[in-house]
Structure formats: C-alpha cells, structure tokens
C-alpha cells in the first residue's frame, strides 16, 4: 500500500517552456502532498506543502508565481515549472502523507537546455 | 532550512558487515523516519518511529528513537550488495494542520558495499 506515482520521470526542454510535474497517490487520500528539490549528492529541500482544496504554502526562497502548485484533488497534485531556465534543472520529488508518515514518488528529472 | 546532524556522511563496508549510521538534533521531534535512495529514484521509507525509547525492527534493519527524542539511530546487519544507496533519516512534528507534517532531512549516509 502507500503507492505514489510521479509523471514524467525525466523531462529535457527548452528555455522558456512550462513544464508540469503530477504527483498521484494511487491507493490512498492524501490531504497534504508536498514538493521538493534535489540537487546532486544533496539531502532533499522542501519546496512546498499544498492541502487539498487550498493554496499551497510555500517554503521561504521559493517563487510561488515561479512555481506552481495546483491540489484539486485528494489523489493528484501537479507543480508547474513557469518560463523555465537552465537553472531550474534538478531533481524534483513529490511524497503524500495519508496523516503520517510520506511516501514519496520517484521524482522527475528535469533538464531544461 | 534547518537539517539535522547525520553521520557518517559515507560508509565503505564489506559485504556481511553491520552497519550503524545516527542522526542527532538541536530540538525534538515526535516522529523519526528511516529512508532509503537509490540513484534517480525516489527515498522508500524504511521504519518509522513514533515513541521516544522506540525500538523497531525490519528484517535485518533496527532503529531507535532517542529518548531525549533528539536523536535516532539506524543499524544494518549482515550487509549485503543491494543495501548500497543513500539512507536519510527525517524528523517530524506531529501537530494541527498538514503545514505542521513536513519533514526536516539530514544529509544522508552514502552506504557502499563490497561484495
């Protein structure tokens, strides 16, 4: 049980592009799902924590207009990655909490050339 | 953000050998949590720990929760190829509200082992 499934695994775009990440927990409500950061050889950087049906709340440093994150649902969050640049480029991983503890998705990996 | 203090930063071992990695931090948290990374995925979660004094067992893995619950320790027996990866251990504190669920990561232990 606890299954979290990211889309897409890997993504290579072009600068200026949007990019959208999903995040669904397929066999239980998630209420909170959040989004992280990963750089290479580094620990996991919360970006954000969003609650189903209300706005996300943002970690300090992060851009939320840059970053957006829509929780419609209670099983699929989705982060959009705005008017992208190389710097964006990273690892991007998602976990959902059904209460306590997170199960994370096997992340995305972004590119953007 | 604030991290926790974990250690060792790296392990090279030999296949068959225990393993023992801590994390240790400045404030309490009221749930501990082991996990592990492969490269390119996602962190799998190990044990989880939910009482200070806890010591809970999964197979050849065994954690504990501090009893100041400032720290917790992982300890791996009998090391075998396939337990080569990144082992994080995460502090969190329960409250209302999901804001209050997030997690806060150490370092991580790079585990390497020779077969």
């Known amino acids: 049980g606890a299954v979290v499934s990211q889309h897409p695994s890997r993504v290579i775009c072009k600068s200026g592009t949007s990019v959208k990440i999903e995040c669904r927990s397929l066999d239980f409500q998630a209420t909170t799902m959040f989004w992280y950061r990963q750089f290479p050889k580094q620990s996991l950087m919360l970006m954000a924590t969003?609650?189903?049906?209300?706005?996300?709340?943002?970690e300090q440093g992060v851009e939320k207009d840059k970053f957006l994150i829509n929780h419609a649902s209670l099983t699929l969050s989705t982060l959009t990655v705005t008017s992208a640049h190389p710097e964006d480029s990273s690892f991007y991983i998602c976990?959902?909490?059904?209460?306590?503890?997170?199960?994370f998705g096997d992340g995305t990996r972004l590119s953007i050339l | 953000g604030q991290q926790l203090n974990q250690s060792p930063q790296s392990m090279f071992i030999q296949e068959g050998e225990d393993v023992s990695m801590n994390c240790t931090s400045s404030s309490i948290f009221n749930t501990w949590l082991w996990y592990k990374q492969d490269p390119g995925e996602g962190p799998v979660l190990l044990i989880a720990?939910?009482?200070?004094?806890e010591l809970t067992s999964n197979g050849r893995l065994t954690a504990q929760f501090g009893i100041t619950r400032k720290d917790s320790f992982l300890n791996i027996s009998a090391s075998i190829p396939s337990d080569v990866g990144i082992y994080f251990c995460?502090?969190?504190?329960?409250?209302?509200?999901?804001?209050?669920?997030?997690?806060?990561f150490g370092k991580g232990t790079l585990l390497t082992v020779n077969p």
């Open positions: 995460a502090g969190q504190l329960r409250g209302s509200g999901g804001s209050n669920y997030k997690l806060t």
């Open positions: 976990s959902a909490s059904e209460n306590q503890p997170q199960h």
């Open positions: 969003s609650n189903e049906g209300s706005k996300a709340t943002y």
């Open positions: 720990l939910y009482k200070a004094g």
